[in-house]
């Protein structure tokens, strides 16, 4: 969603159970579902850990699924995600989308604007997981770091671009918000 700036520090927020099982997360679930590389060239050096994915095929008729990680993850994700709506965001609307997103050392994500009409009528949201200090994050070339524990919410209609020359992986919560207001703009197919 456009708003005026690049990025909203929505505050802290309690991952820590969250980040204890991602830790523990093995290469081969990492490498489960490639969905989103194959479907965005930007994110071919991630991966993912797809909860919540919508197919947007048929815009403006959407059908929200659950994915692979599922039944593994939402019970950690979803308070995470239910608390920041509830202190940031009016009730009433639907999650599009959310992912685990990993970027590892010396991976990129290149510049690009998320072009999907759902991006403009959704609130992109950003849960840190873990980081490092040479990670980047760049904003309509501002760059910034996320920091593990706060929320974020990304202008991603700005274009924006990660790299992560530290030592180690960067893996983040990323949710689509769509909120009441916003919920006339789509059909949700059940």
Not at 64 to 71: G, R, V
């Amino acid at each position: 969603m456009n708003f005026s700036g690049t990025l909203k520090n929505l505050g802290e927020i309690d991952i820590s159970q969250l980040k204890e099982v991602i830790e523990q997360c093995s290469e081969q679930e990492w490498q489960e579902n490639l969905l989103r590389q194959q479907q965005f060239e930007v994110h071919y050096q991630t991966q993912s850990l797809l909860l919540l994915f919508c197919d947007l095929d048929a815009w403006p008729n959407v059908r929200i699924n659950k994915e692979h990680a599922w039944d593994k993850y939402a019970h950690l994700a979803k308070p995470i995600m239910d608390e920041v709506l509830s202190k940031h965001y009016p009730a009433g609307g639907t999650i599009l989308r959310c992912v685990l997103a990993r970027l590892d050392q010396g991976g990129i994500i290149k510049p690009h604007v998320d072009a999907h009409p759902s991006f403009a009528i959704g609130h992109r949201i950003h849960v840190p997981i873990t980081t490092n200090d040479k990670v980047r994050f760049t904003i309509d070339g501002k760059p910034h770091h996320l920091n593990v524990g706060n929320v974020f919410e990304v202008n991603n209609l700005k274009k924006h671009s990660v790299m992560n020359k530290g030592n180690s992986a960067r893996v983040t919560l990323i949710f689509d918000y769509i909120p009441p207001e916003n919920m006339s703009s789509i059909n949700l197919i059940d």
